[in-house]
């Protein structure tokens, strides 16, 4: 007999595949009935300067998500304390803030010192983004097996040398997805930057100021162009990360 | 070598209580209890991994209670082996040098040494969760013993291992400790183990050490109620009992082995209510005035005495026990 309901599911499931697919296949397949504006926004000096602002605003912030994020993580999985489940909200609170608002708070409790910066830039991403790196370090720590990081420590490693050798490697690849997370995130931040820091001039808001201005037509270019290197990155990155898994278990 | 005094640690669902232990230098102690009594959490404290509430743990006549795992020299096997499961083999058995920072030639000759010893050298590139369970127990022996380790503290090795496995490595283990001259401490809830390996054995029940001596000595005299219901000992309160007609002399419980309830031809009724044959023996469990007792009966007094269940049988009971 057939599964209907399995059939069913999969019919209802397919909609909303569709709906992600299709407006990401509907921008590339319009830009390529004009080329030419694409080219032209490729040498576009200003175009490159923006792209140039989201990654490297992106790697920044993804750099100091791991840094503070990771040992954060690794505490929350190996330690109970009080006010542990406030703790966790804290960090998941970003999820729920609309992103203006968040900009609104950065200002109100940094003021000029933030404003139309790479720093403003920074702090906007970092406060979105950081949850991911966070949650999945975490999560990666709580997978691995506590008796492991015992047995080290009774062959002679040290905390730090248990946690370099044992905890951190087995959980890299769970930290690496939730690096790829903040930096995805980080790059498709829009409305706390927005308020904080409109310059220096990211490739996101650049979107908007050229749809505001010259409208669809010289807007999506660089949308084309922040799409694809965001899928290849996101892409490379996952690919990586499944070679690295795939090597582990030989 | 290692004492444990007043050692008293409390995790809530495992306990110790007022544990005092002695093992001696190139001993091998098997520390026998039910799950649940807390030989898990007393190997961890041994270790360092856990920090008893009170009491002290001296190891070669220091003071070690406050000494963290990494200084303690006690090498530790857990249930599940933990074997880091991104390093092969050879990286395991390795660690512990390379923490140490030991010379890399010299870790490659204790390392292909030890593999030898154990049997492990075609497996040195595998990474452990391609191995058998019996091949994992080797490696984290192995990984164990390179650090030569003050006392090695095994938390039931074999439960993970199929019967030839765990007999072929009882004898294994047997002969490593005769040529390493480990001191060892061995968790179970296995008497064949315990018999089978052990220079001496300790019971524990409900976070406490309630007898430790010869396996001769704890199996035959049980010193507490709680060490005969361990070992499978008919345990009653005396003034349950007394239609069995024993002198119990104002002791408050008495203790039957199952080996000394003797099906004959004279001697109290009993009736047959469970049957469970073994190789060369079977369990009964008979029916005494109401009493339930346990008996051990060989395969010809089962043939000759047509022992069946609901067969009516005599029984006498050979020897016996009063604790107060």
Not at chain 1, 4 to 21: D, H, K, P, T, W
Not at chain 2, 162 to 182: A, C, G
Not at chain 2, 234 to 262: A, K, Q, T
Request: glycine share 6%.
């Amino acid at each position: 007999m057939r599964d209907y309901v399995e059939i069913f599911f999969v019919i209802l499931g397919s909609f909303l595949l569709i709906y992600i697919a299709l407006p990401i296949a509907m921008l590339i397949v319009d830009q390529c009935f004009d080329i030419e504006t694409l080219i032209a926004i490729l040498k576009d000096e200003v175009v490159l300067n923006a792209l140039k602002n989201t990654f490297l605003t992106a790697g920044i912030t993804t750099l100091i998500s791991l840094t503070l994020g990771v040992p954060l993580g690794y505490v929350l999985a190996r330690r109970e304390f009080r006010y542990k489940s406030l703790v966790q909200g804290i960090i998941d609170v970003p999820i729920v803030i609309p992103h203006s608002v968040v900009g609104i708070m950065l200002l109100t409790t940094f003021s000029n010192a933030i404003l139309d910066s790479y720093l403003g830039i920074v702090m906007a991403m970092l406060f979105v983004s950081a949850s991911f790196t966070i949650n999945s370090a975490r999560d990666g720590f709580l997978a691995v097996d506590r008796k492991l990081e015992d047995v080290a420590r009774t062959l002679g490693a040290g905390r730090l040398k248990t946690f370099l050798t044992i905890s951190l490697p087995l959980s890299l690849p769970s930290i690496a997805s939730g690096a790829i997370m903040t930096f995805a995130r980080a790059v498709s931040e829009v409305g706390s930057i927005l308020v904080v820091a409109y310059y220096p001039k990211t490739a996101q808001i650049l979107v908007l100021e050229y749809f505001e201005n010259f409208g669809l037509r010289y807007s999506r270019p660089i949308s084309v162009v922040l799409i694809v290197l965001s899928l290849t990155s996101f892409a490379v990155l996952r690919w990586l990360l499944r070679y690295a898994k795939a090597r582990r278990s030989v | 070598m290692l004492r444990l005094e007043g050692v008293s640690k409390d995790l809530g669902d495992f306990a110790l209580k007022e544990v005092n232990l002695r093992v001696n230098r190139g001993e091998y102690f098997v520390l026998l209890g039910p799950s649940g009594a807390g030989k898990t959490l007393l190997l961890e404290v041994v270790a360092g991994i856990q920090k008893p509430d009170r009491g002290r743990i001296y190891l070669e006549g220091e003071d070690v209670t406050e000494r963290p795992p990494e200084r303690r020299g006690v090498a530790y096997v857990p249930q599940n082996y933990a074997l880091f499961p991104h390093l092969n083999v050879y990286e395991n058995i390795a660690y512990g040098l390379r923490i140490r920072k030991v010379d890399r030639r010299e870790i490659d000759s204790v390392v292909r040494f030890l593999a030898d010893s154990l049997g492990i050298s075609h497996l040195l590139h595998r990474k452990p969760n391609t191995l058998s369970g019996g091949e994992q127990q080797r490696v984290a022996i192995a990984r164990a013993l390179a650090v030569k380790p003050k006392i090695l503290l095994l938390d039931e090795p074999f439960s993970n291992l199929d019967l030839n496995t765990k007999l072929k490595l009882i004898e294994d283990i047997r002969r490593w400790h005769d040529e390493f001259e480990f001191t060892a401490i061995h968790v179970t809830h296995s008497f064949d183990e315990a018999v089978s390996l052990a220079n001496r054995v300790g019971v524990m029940v409900n976070g406490r050490v309630e007898q430790v001596g010869s396996v001769f000595e704890v199996f035959s005299n049980p010193k507490s109620v709680e060490v005969a219901r361990f070992l499978g000992y008919n345990v009653f309160r005396c003034v349950e009992v007394e239609s069995l007609g024993l002198n119990y002399d104002r002791g408050e419980y008495v203790v039957i082995r199952p080996e000394d309830v003797l099906i004959s031809d004279g001697g109290l009724d009993a009736t047959v209510e469970y049957v469970d044959f073994m190789k060369f023996s079977a369990n009964l469990t008979l029916n005494v005035d109401g009493i339930r007792l346990k008996a051990l009966a060989t395969i010809n007094d089962v043939l000759r005495w047509n022992v069946r269940v609901g067969s009516k049988v005599k029984v006498r009971i050979k020897r016996y026990r009063v604790i107060s």
